[in-house]
């Protein structure tokens, strides 16, 4: 009873209709989280593993030591050897596992061994295992240039769902707006428990429902941090800062309409005038004359031509190390050993 409109971003919603009307929506926008984008010299050292998927590696450590049991096998117990006596040195190299499992080892990584097994059925799982190797070190090979020519910087989530299912970056929304009625109101699914999340994290962080919006922003910026609202305002935020980017997902569709105390006699009137400027494109006009222009923040994925810096190639001598160290530790293992009796 204080105020005759509200002239403001203020969304329709069924409760607020029980003590308000709204004319017609002057606007129309969707609801998404936008948080920092992770610093990318954090993960560099991963960079030699981001060419394939943990699932694909799964399967290459798998294979090598099944490549090496089966050559071993049709050595060990293969018929053309105990036909063959001459071949009984020759069986002797590859009858090892130890020598076996070097051998398939070193053909992964395109550096195999001198000899080659004499029996067909040997020679014929060596030479598909060659082809296997050939065809993931050539993929392997490409995707790595691919990444270290081009630069995708990405938030860790696209999805409520994925935001949901990760512990890294904590999330909040403004107090007081229709992002809490919606996700407070919700029953079941993903909106309910992004709700009881939010009321953990407000818990021992009360910021993640303030209502100021710069505390949010403020929050978002210093890295580890989450904020839900409606594209339109986080458009005009990462115009003028790089580092931010929104989720693809959009969800919760929004009408900003005016305000009027109820059963107020100007709603029809209003309602009327405000879906003329939204057909004659007025408002979309007024947005580009008066809202931030395009920024020239390179958004995506950005092609260029670089000199791979140490920092691209961090992750070659953390292996080098790790090598080094597991080396030392079989030298130790062979000195507790003791020397072999004979050669």
Known sequence: QEADLVVAPLGIDVSRG???DFTKPFFFEYTT????????NKTKWRLYLRPFKWQAWLTFAVSIPFAAILLWLITKFGPFYEKDS?????KSSFAQFETTFWYILGTFFTQGGANLPRAQSGRFVIGFWWMYCIVVIATFSGNLIAFLTV???????????E???QSDIKFGMPSGTIYITHFKQARGGVNQRVWRRVEAFNRTNPRVLSMSMSDHLDDVMAGGYAVIADKTTFEREMSEECGLEMIKESFMPLEYAIALQHQSAYTRLISAEVTKVRETGLLMKWKKLWWPRQSFCARGTVTIGKAVNLDDV????????ILCVVSCLALLAEFARGRPAAL
């Open 314 to 321: 961090q992750g070659a001598y953390y292996a080098l190390s």
């Open 86 to 90: 001459s071949q009984l040195s020759q």
């Open 151 to 161: 630069s995708k910087q990405t938030l860790p989530f696209q999805t409520l769902e």
């Open 33 to 40: 989280v936008m948080a920092k984008l992770p610093n990318p």
């Open 18 to 20: 029980l003590v308000v």
């Open 163 to 165: 935001m949901l299912s």
